[in-house]
């Protein structure tokens, strides 16, 4: 046995299928959530970490004060962040400062630190609250919670 489906069905099928995503933006915004991947060296005179921690600055100014979640989320060379950039820059230092008093969060991954015999001593600012297991693990899990990535 066939079943049609009439003009009307069609139409009343199209129309709830279209609101569907307006029902979804309709609801409150929820706070932002940002994440940064950061796995590259810093370049000559730390020239990629300056242009990012620029990025993450101008981020900032357009997010509500104190209402996001913003992470950096470092392994591989990236760590070298904190463990040479910051520590060799004060430009750079300043502007870790700078983000983490306005709630960026950085994160560092263990599994680079143990690879690499770094000791958390030598990342500047950094405590073990800091360190996640895995840095592509964590922006993994950060992005199944909704985080933006970028």
């Known amino acids: 046995m066939s079943k049609t489906i009439g003009r009307r069905s069609v139409a009343a099928a199209v129309a709830t299928a279209a609101a569907a995503p307006l029902a979804v933006q309709a609801q409150p915004a929820t706070m932002p959530r940002i994440v940064y991947h950061l796995?590259?060296?810093g370049g000559e005179e730390f020239s990629y970490y300056k242009q990012m921690l620029t990025n993450v600055s101008n981020h900032l100014t357009v997010l509500p004060p104190g209402r996001f979640d913003l992470r950096v989320v470092?392994?591989?060379?990236?760590i070298?962040?904190?463990?040479?950039?910051a520590r060799n820059?004060?430009?750079i230092a300043a502007t870790v400062d700078e983000l983490k008093l306005a709630g960026v969060r950085f994160e560092i991954c263990r599994i680079t630190?143990?690879?690499d015999n770094i000791p958390l001593s030598q990342l500047y600012e950094a405590s073990?609250?800091?360190?996640?297991?895995?840095g592509v693990g964590r922006?993994?899990?950060?992005?199944f919670q909704g985080f933006a990535y970028l």
Request: charged share 20%.
């Open 139 to 143: 922006i993994a899990e950060l992005q």
């Open 39 to 41: 796995n590259q060296p």
């Open 80 to 85: 070298n962040l904190l463990r040479f950039g």
């Open 113 to 115: 630190l143990t690879r």
């Open 74 to 78: 470092m392994h591989g060379p990236g």
């Open 128 to 134: 073990e609250e800091d360190v996640v297991p895995s």
């Open 89 to 91: 820059d004060p430009q």
